[in-house]
């Protein structure tokens, strides 16, 4: 039974990119297209670990993250945020609402899973 | 084109070279047994199946890399020649080919991960190559490696050879909370090698009531078998790191690895932490970590905090960072390094060609720095004044600086005398110390280069000549040790070097006599005592009762006397009966930039060393012709600069004296405007007017006009000697 | 002899309802038996709680079998190199007071 990951990320291009990479490793990708869209996709069926990018319209990642850790079905999600070089505090940031890990973006798809690889198997 | 598209592009590139790299590998295999040195051909397909290993993993296509993984194994043990060619292996191999080509056709096919039953098959597959890996394990562990997923093999239980890496993990009590699996991270370790053994550590999970199902208690002591570095493993737990405490050391059969890596190094780093970080042995948030704990270690001890500032090599062993061992070999190599920077330090070797490049350049730089400024000073524009004079303050400093790379102590040329000293006293059967002082004073490079013959000279004639046998001193009721001093010192802008020794002085009379035999003077010369001890710099004059090996040679004094001259520079005797003599030689500091007052008379203008002047007062109107003026009831001689440079034209009606000084001499020169300050580069006249006295060479000014620097020395000498040898035109004054 | 089939996931997300329930039952009888053949979810806080169980029925001299293991279960256990402790009665030295 193959472990779901939810990508959050405006970018389709993003969201495309960690689905092929994660979907050849066995895990089942499902999208959401901002903090609001994702938050409606986590009803309903059970995800395993999340990625979300921080900057989105709607509502952007860190406030997701706080939304989704008050969920008592993914308090203990593990959740992975995407950064980049220059956002050491968002970073810090989105530690704080609950995202331990991250991934700085850009990133090659190979280094997307091994981040998702440390946290769970497909 | 889209990221994606691209990605689709780059899988079908995947697709076409994997199944190119397969048929090669099958050509391969089928030839292998055909008798040619198969070395080549066991290169290729090993790096056949390594390139669609590394490949499929860029796609996560982690079916095939965990299948190719196996096949590379074996394919890397053959390479090692660990496995023999023989026809079970191609036998064996052959099958793996087909079945990676297999999983891509299905790739193309669009499926992107392992389909049950083909996974089954590869199963069988791999199960009959570990045979080829680890000959009679196999059956045993079939049941739990099969019932494993595909990707991980090995971890736990593995009975692999003992790791290089010992990991020891104690997980933060909120990991499970945040969501970061320990096991998981484990889990994950293994794709970077394999873990030889593990110990899971339960010991801190309080009883039962006590204990809270949702925190992490768990630790793990990991021996870890990896070609992966200290850093790579520990990027494992990066995301855990934070809140855990993660020790990766080597193991300590190891260490002693990490020794002889530490040792060869290269020696462009002194600190400690970044020769460990290069080693491998330590990692740049360790290294990060340990200093912070320095850092905090500072803030708690307040004051003395620069006291007692814990090592980093003791906080890094104390935190189990890294081993003893390895730290003692990083203190090794860090004072290693310390001491060669250490002599690098004392002495940078520079081409001398480029020094004086630089020295020539700046030199370029001054004067047409004084040309700016002179422009400056016309426009009488405050702002710019205020700018070139910083600029002129500046180049000045630049000047200086580079003057002082040329500067190098006299000591190392006076100890050189040392092992004369000893050998010559040897010889010549004296007792003669030397007394070396003012060995720091610094002279410009190319001066000690020079002074090396003459002060050789000097002091060979002075233990020659000089000192007297022990038996003579005796009978004299000086210790029968003689002593022979080198001493130097700055004096008025110019270096003195002394040669002195406490034997039995010039004898004036014997001087005298020797010199008017020879015809170097008339017979009934009336000379100061001065005057009669410089004859015996004179060519061909030689004093000394019994001619030694050493000062009879035919070189004489007059060699010093010219190899100083050439420097610029002036000797002068001082010297007592029975008491001693001192040579003393007084050489220009640098021989290439020099500060100037400028004099003008008529249209030309005169650059006189500044470090030479005295003053400058107005000419007493009624001076007349007289050859000196009462300057505070002492008489000062006086030089005419423009009858003795030929200028024909009236003077104005107020002249000025520049007072000079030089070696105790005084004069003053009549000039006509007292012009300024000025740097100026020295030019030495070209060999056309080398023979002029009084000039010590050119200088071009800001305004492009050349000026003629005096040369003090050699003016001082015509007054002082113009009423007994010296004919009256300098011009002529050419030869001695 | 009771058995206690486990039919829910051992991860931290059960963690907290698992592990009274397993007292519980590990209070109620001396000779026990728990099937993992159902849990198809298992982390380090499942192990833990397997890891306790164990402890405590040693303490208390309880008979206690895990049987039926899932592949998952497999997999945690060999993972933590804890295999021979769980699929025997063989007790590791660290496990003991």
């Given at each position: 039974?193959?472990?779901?990951?939810?990508?959050?990320?405006?970018?389709?291009?993003?969201?495309?990119?960690?689905?092929?990479a994660?979907?050849?490793?066995?895990y089942?990708?499902?999208?959401?297209v901002?903090?609001?869209?994702?938050l409606?996709?986590?009803?309903?069926?059970?995800?395993?670990?999340?990625?979300?990018?921080?900057?989105?319209p709607?509502?952007?990642?860190?406030t997701?993250?706080?939304?989704?850790?008050?969920?008592?079905?993914y308090?203990?999600?593990p959740?992975?945020?995407?950064?980049?070089e220059?956002?050491?505090?968002k970073?810090?940031?989105?530690?704080?609402?609950?995202?331990?890990?991250?991934?700085?973006?850009?990133?090659?798809?190979?280094?997307?899973?091994?981040?998702?690889?440390k946290?769970?198997l497909? | 084109?889209?990221?994606?598209?691209?990605?689709?592009?780059?899988?079908?590139?995947?697709?076409?070279?994997s199944l190119?790299?397969?048929?090669?590998?099958?050509?391969?295999l089928?030839?292998?047994?055909?008798?040619?040195?198969?070395?080549?051909r066991?290169?290729?397909?090993?790096?056949?199946?390594?390139?669609?290993?590394?490949?499929?993993g860029l796609?996560?296509?982690?079916?095939?890399?965990?299948?190719?993984?196996?096949?590379?194994?074996?394919?890397?043990?053959?390479?090692?020649?660990?496995?023999?060619?023989?026809?079970?292996?191609?036998?064996?191999?052959?099958?793996?080919?087909?079945?990676?080509?297999?999983?891509?056709?299905?790739?193309?096919?669009?499926?992107?991960?392992?389909d049950?039953?083909?996974?089954?098959?590869?199963?069988?597959?791999?199960d009959?190559?570990?045979?080829?890996?680890?000959?009679?394990?196999?059956?045993?562990?079939?049941?739990?490696?099969?019932?494993?997923q595909?990707?991980?093999?090995?971890?736990?239980g593995g009975?692999?050879?003992?790791?290089?890496w010992?990991?020891?993990?104690?997980f933060?009590?909120?990991?499970?909370?945040?969501?970061?699996?320990?096991?998981?991270?484990?889990?994950?370790?293994?794709?970077?090698?394999?873990i030889?053994?593990?110990?899971?550590?339960a010991?801190?999970?309080?009883?039962?009531?006590?204990?809270?199902?949702?925190?992490?208690?768990?630790?793990?002591?990991?021996?870890?078998k990896?070609?992966?570095?200290?850093e790579?493993?520990?990027?494992?737990?990066?995301?855990?790191?934070?809140?855990?405490?993660?020790?990766?050391?080597p193991?300590d059969?190891?260490?002693d690895?990490?020794?002889?890596?530490?040792?060869?190094?290269?020696?462009?780093?002194?600190?400690?932490?970044?020769?460990?970080?290069k080693?491998?042995?330590?990692?740049?948030?360790?290294?990060?970590?340990?200093?912070?704990?320095?850092?905090?270690g500072?803030?708690?001890?307040?004051?003395?905090?620069?006291?007692s500032k814990?090592?980093?090599?003791?906080i890094?062993?104390?935190q189990?960072?890294?081993?003893?061992?390895?730290?003692?070999?990083?203190?090794?190599?860090?004072?290693?390094?310390?001491?060669?920077?250490?002599?690098?330090?004392q002495?940078?070797?520079?081409?001398?060609?480029?020094?004086?490049?630089?020295?020539?350049?700046?030199?370029?730089?001054?004067?047409?720095?004084?040309?700016?400024?002179?422009?400056?000073?016309?426009?009488?524009?405050?702002?710019?004044?205020?700018?070139?004079g910083?600029?002129?303050?500046?180049?000045?400093?630049v000047?200086?600086?580079a003057?002082?790379?040329?500067?190098?102590p006299?000591?190392t040329t006076?100890?050189?005398?040392?092992?004369?000293?000893?050998?010559?006293?040897?010889?010549?059967?004296?007792?003669?110390?030397?007394?070396?002082?003012?060995?720091?004073?610094?002279?410009?490079?190319?001066?000690?280069?020079?002074?090396?013959?003459?002060?050789m000279?000097?002091?060979?004639n002075?233990m020659?000549?000089?000192?007297?046998?022990a038996d003579?001193?005796?009978?004299?009721?000086?210790?029968?040790?003689g002593?022979?001093?080198?001493?130097?010192?700055?004096?008025?802008?110019?270096?003195?070097?002394?040669?002195?020794?406490?034997g039995?002085?010039?004898?004036?009379?014997?001087?005298?006599?020797?010199?008017?035999?020879?015809?170097l003077?008339?017979?009934?010369?009336v000379?100061?005592?001065?005057?009669?001890?410089?004859l015996?710099?004179?060519?061909?004059?030689?004093?000394?009762?019994?001619?030694?090996?050493?000062?009879?040679?035919?070189?004489?004094?007059?060699?010093?006397?010219?190899?100083?001259?050439?420097?610029?520079?002036?000797?002068?005797?001082?010297?007592?009966?029975?008491?001693?003599?001192?040579?003393?030689?007084?050489?220009?500091?640098?021989?290439?930039?020099?500060?100037?007052?400028?004099?003008?008379?008529?249209?030309?203008?005169?650059v006189?060393?500044?470090?030479?002047?005295?003053?400058?007062?107005?000419?007493p109107?009624?001076?007349?012709d007289?050859?000196?003026?009462d300057?505070?009831?002492e008489?000062?001689?006086?030089?005419?600069?423009r009858?003795?440079?030929?200028?024909?034209?009236?003077?104005?009606?107020?002249?000025?004296?520049?007072?000079?000084?030089?070696?105790?001499?005084?004069?003053?020169?009549?000039?006509?405007?007292?012009?300024?300050?000025?740097?100026?580069?020295?030019?030495?006249?070209?060999?056309?007017?080398?023979?002029?006295?009084?000039?010590?060479g050119?200088?071009?000014?800001?305004?492009?006009?050349?000026?003629?620097?005096?040369?003090?020395?050699?003016?001082?000498?015509?007054?002082?000697?113009?009423?007994?040898?010296?004919?009256?035109?300098?011009?002529?004054?050419?030869?001695? | 002899?009771?058995?206690?089939?486990?039919?829910?996931?051992?991860?931290?997300?059960?963690?907290?309802?698992?592990?009274?329930?397993l007292?519980a039952?590990?209070?109620?009888?001396?000779?026990?038996?728990?099937?993992?053949?159902?849990?198809?979810?298992?982390d380090?806080?499942?192990?833990?709680?397997?890891?306790?169980?164990?402890?405590?029925?040693?303490?208390?001299?309880?008979?206690?079998?895990?049987?039926?293991?899932?592949?998952?279960?497999?997999?945690?256990?060999?993972?933590?190199?804890?295999?021979?402790?769980?699929?025997?009665?063989?007790?590791?030295?660290?496990?003991?007071?």
């Amino acid at each position: 039974m193959a472990k779901t990951i939810l990508i959050v990320d405006d970018s389709a291009s993003v969201r495309q990119v960690v689905k092929i990479a994660l979907t050849g490793a066995g895990y089942d990708v499902i999208e959401g297209v901002d903090g609001k869209d994702a938050l409606s996709k986590l009803t309903g069926q059970k995800v395993h670990l999340i990625i979300s990018d921080v900057n989105m319209p709607n509502m952007d990642g860190i406030t997701f993250v706080k939304e989704v850790k008050q969920l008592a079905a993914y308090k203990f999600t593990p959740v992975i945020m995407l950064t980049t070089e220059s956002q050491e505090g968002k970073k810090q940031e989105g530690q704080a609402a609950g995202a331990k890990a991250w991934v700085v973006k850009p990133f090659q798809p190979a280094q997307m899973l091994a981040a998702v690889s440390k946290l769970i198997l497909p | 084109m889209s990221f994606d598209e691209e990605m689709r592009e780059a899988l079908q590139t995947f697709i076409i070279e994997s199944l190119e790299l397969l048929q090669d590998m099958e050509e391969c295999l089928l030839s292998l047994e055909d008798g040619d040195d198969p070395t080549e051909r066991v290169n290729a397909i090993f790096r056949a199946a390594h390139t669609i290993k590394g490949s499929s993993g860029l796609f996560g296509l982690d079916h095939i890399v965990s299948f190719t993984h196996v096949v590379e194994s074996v394919l890397d043990a053959l390479r090692d020649g660990k496995l023999g060619i023989s026809p079970e292996l191609v036998a064996a191999l052959l099958p793996c080919c087909d079945h990676i080509a297999l999983l891509i056709r299905n790739v193309v096919d669009g499926q992107l991960d392992a389909d049950p039953a083909i996974s089954a098959a590869g199963r069988e597959l791999i199960d009959e190559l570990q045979q080829f890996l680890q000959p009679g394990s196999v059956a045993e562990k079939a049941v739990t490696v099969s019932e494993k997923q595909d990707i991980l093999e090995a971890s736990g239980g593995g009975t692999m050879d003992s790791g290089n890496w010992h990991l020891s993990l104690r997980f933060g009590p909120d990991s499970l909370r945040d969501g970061m699996d320990p096991l998981s991270f484990i889990r994950y370790l293994s794709t970077l090698g394999s873990i030889a053994q593990l110990t899971t550590i339960a010991e801190n999970m309080p009883i039962a009531d006590q204990m809270d199902p949702e925190t992490c208690y768990l630790g793990f002591e990991i021996n870890f078998k990896s070609g992966a570095g200290k850093e790579e493993i520990e990027g494992v737990f990066e995301f855990v790191r934070e809140t855990s405490t993660i020790r990766i050391l080597p193991m300590d059969s190891e260490i002693d690895e990490f020794i002889s890596l530490i040792k060869e190094l290269p020696e462009d780093e002194s600190f400690l932490g970044q020769l460990l970080v290069k080693s491998g042995a330590l990692t740049k948030r360790e290294l990060e970590d340990a200093l912070n704990l320095q850092g905090e270690g500072d803030t708690e001890d307040g004051g003395q905090a620069a006291k007692s500032k814990q090592p980093i090599g003791e906080i890094l062993v104390e935190q189990q960072v890294v081993q003893q061992p390895i730290v003692s070999a990083a203190l090794d190599k860090q004072k290693q390094i310390k001491d060669n920077k250490a002599r690098e330090n004392q002495s940078i070797r520079v081409d001398a060609e480029r020094l004086d490049i630089l020295i020539d350049l700046i030199g370029e730089l001054v004067i047409s720095s004084a040309g700016v400024n002179l422009r400056a000073l016309e426009t009488r524009e405050t702002g710019l004044l205020e700018t070139t004079g910083e600029m002129m303050r500046l180049v000045e400093e630049v000047r200086d600086s580079a003057l002082q790379l040329r500067m190098v102590p006299i000591g190392t040329t006076f100890s050189r005398f040392q092992r004369v000293v000893r050998d010559v006293s040897k010889e010549l059967g004296k007792d003669i110390e030397l007394i070396i002082s003012g060995g720091d004073t610094e002279v410009d490079k190319s001066v000690v280069e020079k002074i090396g013959d003459p002060l050789m000279h000097l002091v060979r004639n002075s233990m020659d000549h000089g000192i007297e046998t022990a038996d003579l001193r005796r009978q004299r009721s000086k210790p029968a040790r003689g002593s022979l001093r080198l001493n130097a010192y700055h004096a008025s802008g110019s270096i003195v070097i002394e040669v002195s020794d406490d034997g039995g002085g010039l004898n004036r009379d014997r001087i005298l006599e020797k010199a008017v035999e020879r015809g170097l003077v008339q017979h009934n010369a009336v000379m100061s005592d001065q005057d009669v001890y410089a004859l015996i710099f004179e060519p061909g004059f030689s004093t000394a009762q019994q001619v030694s090996n050493l000062s009879g040679r035919g070189v004489g004094m007059d060699v010093v006397k010219r190899n100083v001259t050439a420097l610029r520079g002036r000797i002068e005797v001082e010297s007592q009966i029975g008491m001693g003599t001192t040579m003393r030689i007084h050489l220009p500091l640098t021989l290439a930039i020099i500060d100037g007052f400028m004099v003008g008379v008529g249209k030309s203008t005169f650059v006189i060393p500044l470090d030479q002047i005295l003053e400058c007062v107005a000419l007493p109107e009624d001076t007349g012709d007289r050859e000196y003026v009462d300057l505070r009831g002492e008489v000062l001689p006086l030089i005419r600069l423009r009858p003795l440079f030929e200028i024909d034209c009236e003077p104005p009606r107020r002249e000025n004296i520049v007072v000079v000084e030089y070696a105790g001499n005084k004069a003053g020169f009549i000039v006509d405007q007292l012009l300024g300050e000025f740097q100026t580069v020295i030019k030495p006249l070209s060999k056309l007017f080398a023979h002029i006295k009084g000039v010590a060479g050119s200088t071009i000014l800001g305004s492009g006009k050349v000026a003629l620097i005096l040369d003090v020395p050699s003016l001082l000498e015509y007054v002082g000697s113009k009423n007994a040898l010296v004919p009256p035109s300098l011009s002529q004054h050419s030869a001695q | 002899m009771q058995t206690l089939t486990i039919e829910d996931e051992l991860t931290i997300f059960t963690a907290a309802d698992q592990k009274p329930r397993l007292l519980a039952f590990l209070n109620s009888a001396d000779d026990l038996e728990i099937n993992l053949a159902k849990v198809d979810e298992m982390d380090t806080a499942g192990l833990q709680l397997l890891i306790l169980m164990k402890r405590e029925a040693a303490q208390t001299g309880k008979k206690l079998r895990f049987v039926m293991h899932s592949k998952v279960v497999l997999d945690i256990l060999e993972l933590a190199n804890l295999t021979s402790v769980f699929g025997d009665q063989v007790i590791l030295a660290h496990n003991e007071e």
